[in-house]
T-cell receptor, first 111, second 115 residues
Framework: NAGVTQTPKFRVLKTGQSMTLLCAQDMNHEYMYWYRQDPGMGLRLIHYSVGEGTTAKGEVPDGYNVSRLKKQNFLLGLESAAPSQTSVYFCASSFRNTEAFFGQGTRLTVV | GQQLNQSPQSMFIQEGEDVSMNCTSS?????WLWYKQDPGEGPVLLIALYKAGELTSNGRLTAQFGITRKDSFLNISASIPSDVGIYFCAGQLGAGGTSYGKLTFGQGTILTVHP
């Protein structure tokens, strides 16, 4: 009963490097989300998707790209990492306007 | 875009006390959700509300979807040490509009319970 799985769980990047965070859900959910969580800032929406092949910008999309090629996967890409992107990243999924389920998070440090 | 204002930002209470926190929005939401986050973990859903005026309980937790659809509150009765954590409200728009499907979170309420 996996639910929402994020990989990797931890990562350290050098400034300018690129990486992709993978989110996979096995609940056949239509909606998927990527959030970042910073101390005192709560959860801020980066990008989201309301269905396979569709993506939309959230509150803080700059510096990130996403893709939803398969319904069960939502990828978050950082093309050129910056120290300001040091954060904990959470993926979530839901059926339309219903409760969202979260992954365990990815702790990313950019040095 | 819409904003969610959650209050209070933090609470320090004694075990056994009741707790109340709320969220207000500048926009109408069709769904209100309340989550709890423990350290090092992802948020876990506590209560989901889908209808204006709805009052829903989950054990010692009670949440309400405001009549105006712009607010919600969460009450915790007879708090215990394991209630410690960060509580988040979240709202989701319904059909129509450019933000359809977008789930927006409040800033969180940090709850500390002293034994």
């Amino acid at each position: 009963n996996a639910g929402v799985t994020q990989t990797p769980k931890f990562r350290v990047l050098k400034t300018g490097q690129s990486m992709t965070l993978l989110c996979a859900q096995d609940m056949n959910h239509e909606y998927m989300y990527w959030y970042r969580q910073d101390p005192g800032m709560g959860l801020r929406l980066i990008h989201y998707s309301v269905g396979e092949g569709t993506t939309a910008k959230g509150e803080v999309p700059d510096g990130y790209n996403v893709s939803r090629l398969k319904k069960q996967n939502f990828l978050l890409g950082l093309e050129s990492a910056a120290p300001s992107q040091t954060s904990v990243y959470f993926c979530a999924s839901s059926f339309r306007n219903t409760e969202a389920f979260f992954g365990q998070g990815t702790r990313l440090t950019v040095v | 875009g819409q904003q969610l204002n959650q209050s209070p930002q933090s609470m320090f209470i004694q075990e056994g006390e009741d707790v109340s926190m709320n969220c207000t929005s500048s926009s109408i939401f069709n769904t209100w959700l309340w989550y709890k986050q423990d350290p090092g973990e992802g948020p876990v859903l506590l209560i989901a509300l889908y209808k204006a005026g709805e009052l829903t309980s989950n054990g010692r937790l009670t949440a309400q979807f405001g009549i105006t659809r712009k607010d919600s509150f969460l009450n915790i009765s007879a708090s215990i040490p394991s209630d410690v954590g960060i509580y988040f409200c979240a709202g989701q728009l319904g059909a129509g509009g450019t933000s359809y499907g977008k789930l927006t979170f409040g800033q969180g309420t940090i709850l500390t319970v002293h034994p």
